[in-house]
Protein backbone atom coordinates (compact mmCIF):
# COMPACT_ATOMS: atom_id res chain seq x y z
CA UNK A 1 0.00 0.00 0.00
CA UNK A 2 1.41 3.45 -0.58
CA UNK A 3 1.68 6.02 1.96
CA UNK A 4 -1.00 9.15 0.78
CA UNK A 5 0.33 12.35 -0.34
CA UNK A 6 0.65 11.78 -3.81
CA UNK A 7 -1.39 12.81 -6.74
CA UNK A 8 -3.36 9.04 -7.18
CA UNK A 9 -3.87 8.88 -3.65
CA UNK A 10 -4.06 12.50 -1.75
CA UNK A 11 -3.61 12.60 1.88
CA UNK A 12 -7.06 13.70 3.20
CA UNK A 13 -7.72 16.12 5.50
CA UNK A 14 -10.53 17.20 8.16
CA UNK A 15 -10.15 20.50 9.33
CA UNK A 16 -13.00 21.20 12.21
CA UNK A 17 -13.48 25.26 12.77
CA UNK A 18 -13.06 27.91 9.71
CA UNK A 19 -11.31 30.88 11.82
CA UNK A 20 -7.85 32.24 11.10
CA UNK A 21 -6.23 29.18 12.50
CA UNK A 22 -8.25 26.55 10.18
CA UNK A 23 -7.21 28.88 7.14
CA UNK A 24 -3.60 28.79 8.36
CA UNK A 25 -3.41 25.04 8.81
CA UNK A 26 -5.41 24.43 5.39
CA UNK A 27 -2.62 26.88 3.60
CA UNK A 28 0.10 25.17 5.13
CA UNK A 29 -0.85 21.45 4.53
CA UNK A 30 -1.83 22.53 0.96
CA UNK A 31 1.59 23.83 -0.19
CA UNK A 32 3.68 21.06 1.64
CA UNK A 33 6.06 20.53 -1.34
CA UNK A 34 6.21 16.63 -0.97
CA UNK A 35 2.61 15.69 -0.18
CA UNK A 36 -0.10 16.36 -2.11
CA UNK A 37 -3.40 17.08 0.29
CA UNK A 38 -6.87 17.89 0.03
CA UNK A 39 -8.32 19.60 2.69
CA UNK A 40 -12.27 20.33 3.87
CA UNK A 41 -13.32 22.68 6.44
CA UNK A 42 -16.21 22.52 8.13
CA UNK A 43 -17.32 25.11 10.47
CA UNK A 44 -21.09 24.92 12.47
CA UNK A 45 -22.37 28.34 10.97
CA UNK A 46 -22.42 28.57 7.53
CA UNK A 47 -20.24 31.40 6.92
CA UNK A 48 -16.09 31.49 6.94
CA UNK A 49 -13.73 33.35 9.11
CA UNK A 50 -14.37 32.80 12.80
CA UNK A 51 -13.79 35.43 15.07
CA UNK A 52 -12.44 37.78 11.81
CA UNK A 53 -16.36 37.84 11.33
CA UNK A 54 -17.69 37.24 14.89
CA UNK A 55 -15.70 38.90 17.02
CA UNK A 56 -13.35 41.68 15.79
CA UNK A 57 -14.61 44.81 16.28
CA UNK A 58 -17.17 46.65 13.34
CA UNK A 59 -15.08 49.55 13.62
CA UNK A 60 -11.70 47.56 13.44
CA UNK A 61 -12.24 46.71 9.30
CA UNK A 62 -8.45 46.80 8.84
CA UNK A 63 -8.15 44.00 10.92
CA UNK A 64 -10.67 41.77 8.85
CA UNK A 65 -8.78 42.53 5.47
CA UNK A 66 -6.46 39.22 6.43
CA UNK A 67 -9.53 37.27 4.62
CA UNK A 68 -8.30 38.20 1.34
CA UNK A 69 -5.77 35.95 2.56
CA UNK A 70 -8.19 33.07 3.50
CA UNK A 71 -10.41 33.36 0.08
CA UNK A 72 -6.81 32.54 -1.98
CA UNK A 73 -6.60 29.55 0.68
CA UNK A 74 -10.10 28.49 -0.65
CA UNK A 75 -9.44 28.99 -4.25
CA UNK A 76 -6.99 25.91 -4.16
CA UNK A 77 -8.70 23.10 -6.38
CA UNK A 78 -8.19 20.64 -4.01
CA UNK A 79 -9.67 22.99 -0.97
CA UNK A 80 -13.63 22.19 0.19
CA UNK A 81 -15.76 24.07 2.74
CA UNK A 82 -18.21 22.62 3.99
CA UNK A 83 -20.66 25.77 6.36
CA UNK A 84 -23.30 24.78 8.42
CA UNK A 85 -21.89 21.35 9.32
CA UNK A 86 -22.46 20.87 13.00
CA UNK A 87 -19.31 18.63 14.36
CA UNK A 88 -20.32 16.10 16.71
CA UNK A 89 -24.13 16.17 15.43
CA UNK A 90 -23.88 16.19 11.46
CA UNK A 91 -20.88 14.53 11.54
CA UNK A 92 -18.46 12.31 14.49
CA UNK A 93 -14.93 11.71 14.55
CA UNK A 94 -16.08 8.42 13.68
CA UNK A 95 -17.42 9.16 10.43
CA UNK A 96 -14.21 11.41 9.63
CA UNK A 97 -12.25 8.51 10.62
CA UNK A 98 -13.90 6.73 7.57
CA UNK A 99 -12.90 9.32 5.08
CA UNK A 100 -9.70 11.35 6.50
CA UNK A 101 -5.93 10.46 7.22
CA UNK A 102 -5.69 13.29 9.65
CA UNK A 103 -8.43 15.29 11.53
CA UNK A 104 -7.64 19.00 13.16
CA UNK A 105 -10.02 20.67 15.37
CA UNK A 106 -9.63 24.18 15.76
CA UNK A 107 -12.68 25.32 17.00
CA UNK A 108 -11.48 28.11 19.28
CA UNK A 109 -12.74 29.16 22.76
CA UNK A 110 -16.58 28.95 22.11
CA UNK A 111 -17.47 30.42 25.89
CA UNK A 112 -16.50 32.62 28.30
CA UNK A 113 -14.56 32.16 31.89
CA UNK A 114 -16.92 32.86 34.93
CA UNK A 115 -15.86 35.60 37.64
CA UNK A 116 -17.36 33.46 40.53
CA UNK A 117 -18.87 36.07 42.93
CA UNK A 118 -22.45 36.40 43.93
CA UNK A 119 -25.07 37.93 41.44
CA UNK A 120 -23.16 37.36 38.29
CA UNK A 121 -26.44 35.42 37.25
CA UNK A 122 -28.87 38.74 37.43
CA UNK A 123 -30.63 40.00 34.30
CA UNK A 124 -28.88 42.94 33.07
CA UNK A 125 -24.89 41.16 33.50
CA UNK A 126 -23.72 39.33 30.56
CA UNK A 127 -20.54 37.88 29.25
CA UNK A 128 -18.86 40.56 26.68
CA UNK A 129 -18.42 37.58 24.07
CA UNK A 130 -22.31 37.45 23.99
CA UNK A 131 -22.08 41.34 23.28
CA UNK A 132 -19.41 40.87 20.87
CA UNK A 133 -21.13 37.98 18.51
CA UNK A 134 -24.69 39.96 19.11
CA UNK A 135 -22.94 43.19 17.08
CA UNK A 136 -21.29 41.19 15.22
CA UNK A 137 -24.03 39.57 13.81
CA UNK A 138 -23.74 36.18 14.86
CA UNK A 139 -26.94 34.24 14.15
CA UNK A 140 -26.67 32.17 17.67
CA UNK A 141 -26.58 35.48 18.93
CA UNK A 142 -28.80 37.96 17.30
CA UNK A 143 -31.41 37.83 19.65
CA UNK A 144 -29.76 38.59 22.92
CA UNK A 145 -31.20 41.87 24.55
CA UNK A 146 -29.02 44.16 26.48
CA UNK A 147 -30.87 46.67 28.66
CA UNK A 148 -29.27 49.98 26.16
CA UNK A 149 -31.81 52.38 28.26
CA UNK A 150 -29.53 52.19 31.57
CA UNK A 151 -27.14 55.03 31.85
CA UNK A 152 -24.12 53.44 33.35
CA UNK A 153 -22.47 50.56 32.06
CA UNK A 154 -18.97 48.30 33.88
CA UNK A 155 -17.24 46.21 31.85
CA UNK A 156 -14.53 43.74 33.82
CA UNK A 157 -11.20 42.83 32.78
CA UNK A 158 -8.91 44.96 30.82
CA UNK A 159 -8.20 43.29 27.89
CA UNK A 160 -8.81 43.87 24.23
CA UNK A 161 -12.13 42.23 24.17
CA UNK A 162 -13.18 44.33 26.87
CA UNK A 163 -11.76 47.58 25.78
CA UNK A 164 -13.87 46.68 22.14
CA UNK A 165 -16.82 46.30 24.45
CA UNK A 166 -16.43 49.51 26.20
CA UNK A 167 -15.14 51.42 22.93
CA UNK A 168 -18.55 50.12 21.04
CA UNK A 169 -20.56 51.32 23.64
CA UNK A 170 -18.83 54.56 23.53
CA UNK A 171 -19.05 55.26 20.02
CA UNK A 172 -21.43 57.56 18.58
CA UNK A 173 -24.29 56.48 15.41
CA UNK A 174 -21.86 58.33 13.08
CA UNK A 175 -18.87 56.58 13.50
CA UNK A 176 -20.78 52.81 13.73
CA UNK A 177 -23.24 53.59 11.19
CA UNK A 178 -19.97 53.52 8.20
CA UNK A 179 -18.96 50.02 9.84
CA UNK A 180 -20.57 46.29 9.10
CA UNK A 181 -22.04 46.54 12.97
CA UNK A 182 -25.10 44.17 12.20
CA UNK A 183 -28.35 46.43 11.47
CA UNK A 184 -30.42 45.61 14.30
CA UNK A 185 -27.43 46.18 16.83
CA UNK A 186 -26.48 49.59 14.88
CA UNK A 187 -30.43 50.71 15.58
CA UNK A 188 -30.43 49.18 19.04
CA UNK A 189 -26.88 51.45 19.97
CA UNK A 190 -28.51 54.44 17.85
CA UNK A 191 -31.31 54.31 21.01
CA UNK A 192 -28.55 53.81 23.55
CA UNK A 193 -28.71 55.75 27.01
CA UNK A 194 -25.36 54.74 27.89
CA UNK A 195 -23.60 57.90 29.30
CA UNK A 196 -20.77 56.18 31.33
CA UNK A 197 -18.91 53.46 30.96
CA UNK A 198 -16.68 51.59 33.73
CA UNK A 199 -13.36 49.59 32.41
CA UNK A 200 -12.35 47.71 35.54
CA UNK A 201 -8.60 46.43 35.98
CA UNK A 202 -8.04 43.92 39.02
CA UNK A 203 -4.44 45.17 39.11
CA UNK A 204 -2.84 47.98 38.28
CA UNK A 205 -2.01 49.53 34.60
CA UNK A 206 1.39 48.19 34.41
CA UNK A 207 -0.40 44.87 34.54
CA UNK A 208 -3.32 45.94 31.91
CA UNK A 209 -3.75 43.49 29.16
CA UNK A 210 -4.70 45.73 26.47
CA UNK A 211 -2.31 46.95 24.52
CA UNK A 212 -1.19 50.57 23.55
CA UNK A 213 -2.95 50.99 20.07
CA UNK A 214 -6.06 50.18 21.80
CA UNK A 215 -5.47 52.17 24.78
CA UNK A 216 -4.82 55.07 22.98
CA UNK A 217 -7.71 54.54 20.74
CA UNK A 218 -9.99 55.26 23.61
CA UNK A 219 -8.38 58.52 23.90
CA UNK A 220 -9.83 59.48 20.38
CA UNK A 221 -13.30 58.77 20.35
CA UNK A 222 -15.50 61.27 18.77
CA UNK A 223 -18.15 61.63 21.75
CA UNK A 224 -16.81 60.05 24.69
CA UNK A 225 -13.91 61.69 27.30
CA UNK A 226 -11.68 59.36 29.04
CA UNK A 227 -10.72 59.88 32.44
CA UNK A 228 -8.51 57.95 34.98
CA UNK A 229 -8.02 57.96 38.83
CA UNK A 230 -4.91 60.00 39.24
CA UNK A 231 -3.88 58.26 41.76
CA UNK A 232 -4.64 54.57 40.60
CA UNK A 233 -2.13 55.18 37.27
CA UNK A 234 0.64 55.85 39.75
CA UNK A 235 3.02 52.72 39.60
CA UNK A 236 3.11 51.27 43.44
CA UNK A 237 6.54 50.35 44.54
CA UNK A 238 6.23 46.35 43.10
CA UNK A 239 5.27 46.89 39.70
CA UNK A 240 8.33 50.20 39.22
CA UNK A 241 10.66 47.68 40.79
CA UNK A 242 9.59 45.30 38.01
CA UNK A 243 9.64 47.55 35.37
CA UNK A 244 13.24 49.06 36.71
CA UNK A 245 14.48 45.22 36.65
CA UNK A 246 13.39 44.32 33.38
CA UNK A 247 12.60 47.21 31.21
CA UNK A 248 9.85 47.10 28.80
CA UNK A 249 9.05 49.90 26.71
CA UNK A 250 5.41 48.71 25.63
CA UNK A 251 4.80 48.32 29.20
CA UNK A 252 6.73 51.83 29.94
CA UNK A 253 4.44 53.26 26.98
CA UNK A 254 1.34 52.00 28.31
CA UNK A 255 1.94 53.19 31.39
CA UNK A 256 2.65 56.92 29.63
CA UNK A 257 -0.51 56.94 27.83
CA UNK A 258 -2.50 56.05 31.15
CA UNK A 259 -0.80 58.88 33.11
CA UNK A 260 -1.29 61.25 29.81
CA UNK A 261 -5.42 60.44 30.83
CA UNK A 262 -4.72 61.66 34.09
CA UNK A 263 -4.13 65.15 32.48
CA UNK A 264 -7.41 65.48 30.61
CA UNK A 265 -9.80 67.66 31.31
CA UNK A 266 -13.36 66.32 29.98
CA UNK A 267 -14.10 67.98 26.81
CA UNK A 268 -17.52 67.77 27.04
CA UNK A 269 -18.29 64.94 25.04
CA UNK A 270 -21.67 62.88 25.33
CA UNK A 271 -20.14 60.38 27.36
CA UNK A 272 -17.96 59.24 29.79
CA UNK A 273 -15.26 56.31 29.78
CA UNK A 274 -13.55 55.77 33.27
CA UNK A 275 -10.70 53.17 33.06
CA UNK A 276 -10.32 52.05 36.77
CA UNK A 277 -7.24 50.27 38.14
CA UNK A 278 -7.13 47.39 41.39
CA UNK A 279 -10.46 46.97 41.87
CA UNK A 280 -12.59 43.57 41.99
CA UNK A 281 -15.99 43.22 42.04
CA UNK A 282 -16.99 41.16 44.88
CA UNK A 283 -20.29 41.02 44.44
CA UNK A 284 -23.56 42.15 41.98
CA UNK A 285 -26.56 43.58 43.53
CA UNK A 286 -29.86 43.11 42.38
CA UNK A 287 -33.16 45.52 42.64
CA UNK A 288 -36.55 44.25 43.17
CA UNK A 289 -36.96 43.07 39.54
CA UNK A 290 -34.26 40.88 39.76
CA UNK A 291 -31.87 43.22 37.55
CA UNK A 292 -28.12 44.36 38.41
CA UNK A 293 -28.29 47.65 39.86
CA UNK A 294 -24.59 48.27 41.26
CA UNK A 295 -21.59 46.18 42.15
CA UNK A 296 -19.43 45.92 45.19
CA UNK A 297 -16.09 46.28 44.39
CA UNK A 298 -13.13 46.09 46.54
CA UNK A 299 -9.87 48.06 46.43
CA UNK A 300 -6.66 45.73 46.04
CA UNK A 301 -2.83 46.08 46.31
CA UNK A 302 -0.74 44.12 44.64
CA UNK A 303 1.51 41.38 46.46
CA UNK A 304 4.48 39.39 44.70
CA UNK A 305 4.18 35.73 44.70
CA UNK A 306 6.97 32.71 44.62
CA UNK A 307 7.37 33.66 41.11
CA UNK A 308 7.40 37.50 41.04
CA UNK A 309 4.33 37.58 39.46
CA UNK A 310 2.11 40.87 41.12
CA UNK A 311 -0.99 39.70 42.12
CA UNK A 312 -3.98 41.39 43.61
CA UNK A 313 -4.95 40.79 47.07
CA UNK A 314 -7.77 42.85 48.77
CA UNK A 315 -7.57 45.42 50.96
CA UNK A 316 -10.50 45.20 52.78
CA UNK A 317 -11.90 48.42 51.55
CA UNK A 318 -14.60 48.40 49.72
CA UNK A 319 -16.57 50.82 47.58
CA UNK A 320 -20.36 50.72 45.46
CA UNK A 321 -20.68 51.31 41.93
CA UNK A 322 -23.87 51.73 40.56
CA UNK A 323 -24.47 49.89 37.37
CA UNK A 324 -27.03 48.82 35.28
CA UNK A 325 -25.64 47.08 32.66
CA UNK A 326 -22.42 44.69 33.02
CA UNK A 327 -20.10 42.31 31.19
CA UNK A 328 -17.39 40.33 32.41
CA UNK A 329 -14.66 40.34 30.19
CA UNK A 330 -12.78 37.82 31.67
CA UNK A 331 -11.27 35.61 29.20
CA UNK A 332 -12.57 33.10 26.97
CA UNK A 333 -12.81 29.68 27.28
CA UNK A 334 -12.50 26.57 25.69
CA UNK A 335 -15.34 23.94 25.21
CA UNK A 336 -14.75 20.31 25.18
CA UNK A 337 -15.56 18.68 21.50
CA UNK A 338 -17.67 15.23 21.57
CA UNK A 339 -15.17 12.27 21.63
CA UNK A 340 -12.56 14.61 21.91
CA UNK A 341 -9.95 14.08 24.73
CA UNK A 342 -9.92 17.80 26.76
CA UNK A 343 -7.95 19.06 29.42
CA UNK A 344 -10.81 20.72 31.85
CA UNK A 345 -8.17 22.37 34.00
CA UNK A 346 -6.94 24.29 31.24
CA UNK A 347 -9.77 24.23 28.97
CA UNK A 348 -7.98 23.09 25.64
CA UNK A 349 -8.27 19.82 23.98
CA UNK A 350 -5.55 17.43 25.93
CA UNK A 351 -2.31 17.61 23.64
CA UNK A 352 1.17 17.85 22.90
CA UNK A 353 2.91 20.44 20.35
CA UNK A 354 -0.62 19.64 18.51
CA UNK A 355 -0.67 16.21 18.91
CA UNK A 356 -4.51 15.54 20.48
CA UNK A 357 -3.29 12.63 23.54
CA UNK A 358 -5.00 9.90 25.17
CA UNK A 359 -5.47 10.97 28.76
CA UNK A 360 -4.79 7.28 29.76
CA UNK A 361 -1.52 6.57 28.30
CA UNK A 362 -1.02 9.85 27.40
CA UNK A 363 0.37 8.35 23.90
CA UNK A 364 -1.05 10.82 20.48
CA UNK A 365 -3.89 9.54 19.35
CA UNK A 366 -3.28 8.70 15.87
CA UNK A 367 -4.60 10.71 12.55
CA UNK A 368 -5.93 13.71 15.69
CA UNK A 369 -4.33 17.26 16.25
CA UNK A 370 -5.49 20.66 17.00
CA UNK A 371 -4.39 23.95 16.57
CA UNK A 372 -5.44 27.94 17.68
CA UNK A 373 -7.23 28.57 20.71
CA UNK A 374 -8.78 25.53 21.53
CA UNK A 375 -5.21 23.90 21.66
CA UNK A 376 -3.37 26.72 23.84
CA UNK A 377 -5.84 29.08 25.15
CA UNK A 378 -7.63 32.41 24.22
CA UNK A 379 -4.11 34.43 24.00
CA UNK A 380 -2.52 36.08 21.07
CA UNK A 381 -3.48 38.00 18.54
CA UNK A 382 -4.81 36.75 14.59
CA UNK A 383 -1.68 36.33 13.20
CA UNK A 384 0.02 33.90 16.57
CA UNK A 385 -2.39 31.00 14.88
CA UNK A 386 -0.10 31.01 12.16
CA UNK A 387 3.03 30.10 13.81
CA UNK A 388 0.71 27.84 16.13
CA UNK A 389 -1.10 26.24 13.12
CA UNK A 390 2.56 25.72 11.70
CA UNK A 391 3.65 23.67 14.60
CA UNK A 392 1.13 21.36 14.65
CA UNK A 393 1.32 20.95 10.49
CA UNK A 394 4.73 20.06 11.03
CA UNK A 395 3.93 17.46 13.61
CA UNK A 396 1.26 16.04 10.98
CA UNK A 397 3.99 15.67 8.24
CA UNK A 398 6.27 13.97 10.77
CA UNK A 399 3.73 11.50 11.63
CA UNK A 400 2.94 11.23 7.91
CA UNK A 401 6.53 10.09 7.16
CA UNK A 402 6.67 7.62 10.22
CA UNK A 403 3.23 5.70 8.56
CA UNK A 404 1.59 7.33 11.78
CA UNK A 405 -2.14 8.24 10.09
CA UNK A 406 -5.48 7.14 9.40
CA UNK A 407 -6.10 4.17 6.95
CA UNK A 408 -9.71 4.82 6.33
CA UNK A 409 -11.59 2.35 3.96
CA UNK A 410 -13.55 5.62 1.74
CA UNK A 411 -10.62 8.64 1.57
CA UNK A 412 -12.65 10.03 -1.47
CA UNK A 413 -13.97 13.58 -2.02
CA UNK A 414 -17.16 11.73 -3.71
CA UNK A 415 -17.90 9.62 -0.32
CA UNK A 416 -18.24 13.09 2.04
CA UNK A 417 -20.19 14.76 -0.32
CA UNK A 418 -22.40 11.78 -0.06
CA UNK A 419 -22.04 11.88 3.44
CA UNK A 420 -22.79 15.55 3.73
CA UNK A 421 -25.47 15.33 1.49
CA UNK A 422 -27.21 13.03 3.67
CA UNK A 423 -26.35 15.11 7.26
CA UNK A 424 -26.57 18.16 6.31
CA UNK A 425 -28.59 19.10 2.86
CA UNK A 426 -28.68 22.55 3.56
CA UNK A 427 -25.12 23.15 3.93
CA UNK A 428 -22.81 25.96 2.52
CA UNK A 429 -20.20 25.67 0.09
CA UNK A 430 -17.20 28.16 -0.23
CA UNK A 431 -19.01 29.22 -3.46
CA UNK A 432 -22.22 29.79 -1.80
CA UNK A 433 -20.23 32.24 0.73
CA UNK A 434 -18.68 34.07 -2.23
CA UNK A 435 -22.17 34.80 -3.40
CA UNK A 436 -23.39 35.75 -0.14
CA UNK A 437 -20.34 38.02 0.34
CA UNK A 438 -21.17 39.49 -2.90
CA UNK A 439 -25.10 40.08 -1.63
CA UNK A 440 -23.57 41.56 1.84
CA UNK A 441 -21.27 44.46 0.05
CA UNK A 442 -24.02 45.06 -2.24
CA UNK A 443 -26.31 45.47 0.59
CA UNK A 444 -23.80 47.74 1.74
CA UNK A 445 -23.06 50.47 -0.81
CA UNK A 446 -25.71 52.33 -0.56
CA UNK A 447 -25.24 52.70 2.81
CA UNK A 448 -22.05 53.39 2.99
CA UNK A 449 -20.98 50.29 4.67
CA UNK A 450 -18.25 48.02 3.89
CA UNK A 451 -21.59 45.75 4.23
CA UNK A 452 -24.65 44.74 5.48
CA UNK A 453 -24.46 41.18 7.05
CA UNK A 454 -27.21 38.80 6.67
CA UNK A 455 -27.68 37.55 10.56
CA UNK A 456 -30.51 34.80 10.18
CA UNK A 457 -29.11 31.49 8.39
CA UNK A 458 -32.88 31.75 7.00
CA UNK A 459 -31.93 35.05 5.01
CA UNK A 460 -28.67 33.16 3.84
CA UNK A 461 -30.65 30.32 1.97
CA UNK A 462 -32.57 33.10 0.51
CA UNK A 463 -30.26 35.04 -0.62
CA UNK A 464 -28.95 31.93 -2.64
CA UNK A 465 -32.35 31.69 -3.84
CA UNK A 466 -33.21 28.20 -2.19
P1 LIG B 1 -7.20 38.76 28.08
O1 LIG B 1 -6.28 39.56 27.25
O2 LIG B 1 -6.67 37.51 28.67
O3 LIG B 1 -7.75 39.72 29.24
C1 LIG B 1 -8.53 39.23 30.29
C2 LIG B 1 -8.69 40.31 31.34
O4 LIG B 1 -9.56 39.83 32.34
C3 LIG B 1 -7.39 40.67 32.06
O5 LIG B 1 -7.39 42.04 32.29
C4 LIG B 1 -7.52 39.89 33.37
O6 LIG B 1 -6.80 40.46 34.44
C5 LIG B 1 -8.98 40.04 33.61
N1 LIG B 1 -9.52 39.09 34.56
C6 LIG B 1 -9.44 37.74 34.53
N2 LIG B 1 -10.10 37.21 35.57
C7 LIG B 1 -10.61 38.23 36.27
C8 LIG B 1 -11.40 38.33 37.43
N3 LIG B 1 -11.82 37.25 38.08
N4 LIG B 1 -11.75 39.55 37.89
C9 LIG B 1 -11.35 40.67 37.24
N5 LIG B 1 -10.60 40.64 36.12
C10 LIG B 1 -10.24 39.44 35.65
O7 LIG B 1 -8.49 38.27 27.29
P2 LIG B 1 -9.47 38.96 26.22
O8 LIG B 1 -9.61 40.40 26.43
O9 LIG B 1 -10.67 38.10 26.25
O10 LIG B 1 -8.71 38.74 24.84
C11 LIG B 1 -8.38 37.43 24.34
C12 LIG B 1 -7.26 37.54 23.32
O11 LIG B 1 -7.74 38.16 22.13
C13 LIG B 1 -6.12 38.42 23.80
O12 LIG B 1 -4.90 37.86 23.40
C14 LIG B 1 -6.37 39.73 23.12
O13 LIG B 1 -5.23 40.54 22.92
C15 LIG B 1 -6.94 39.26 21.79
N6 LIG B 1 -7.75 40.35 21.19
C16 LIG B 1 -7.09 41.27 20.44
C17 LIG B 1 -7.78 42.34 19.92
C18 LIG B 1 -7.03 43.37 19.12
O14 LIG B 1 -5.90 43.14 18.74
N7 LIG B 1 -7.60 44.53 18.89
C19 LIG B 1 -9.15 42.50 20.15
C20 LIG B 1 -9.79 41.54 20.93
C21 LIG B 1 -9.08 40.48 21.45
P3 LIG B 1 -5.41 39.81 34.94
O15 LIG B 1 -4.38 40.24 33.95
O16 LIG B 1 -5.25 40.40 36.28
O17 LIG B 1 -5.61 38.32 34.96
Given at each position: M??????????????????????????????????V?????????????????????????????????????????????????????????????R?????????????????????????????????????????????????????????????N??????????????????T?????????????????????????????????????????????????????????????????????R???????????????????????????????????????????????????????????????????????????????????????????????????????????L???????????????????????V??????????????????????????????S????????????????????????N??????????????????????M??????
Amino acid sequence: MISPGTQERPLRVAIIGAGPTGFYAADQLLKQPKVVAEVDLFDRVPTPYGLVRAGVAPDHQKIKSVTAAFDKVAAHPRFSFFGGVDFGKDVTVDDLRRHYHQILYSTGAQTDRRMGIPGEDLAGSHPATEFVAWYNGHPDYRDCRFDLSQERAAVVGVGNVAVDVARVLCRSFEELATTDIADYALEALRESHIKEVYLLGRRGPAQAAFTNPEIRELGDLADADISVVPEEVELDLLSRAALEKSPDRATQKKVEILQGYALRKAGGKSRRLIVRFLVSPVELVGNEAGAVAAMKLVRNRLEATATGALQPKPTGVFEDLPAGLVFRSVGYKGVPLPGVPFNESGAVILNDKGRVLDPLTRQPVVGEYTAGWIKRGPTGVIGTNKPDAAETVECMMEDLAGGRALDPPEPSAEAVRRLIGQRQPRHFTYQDWLRLNEAEVARGRPLGRPRLKFTRVEDMHAALGR
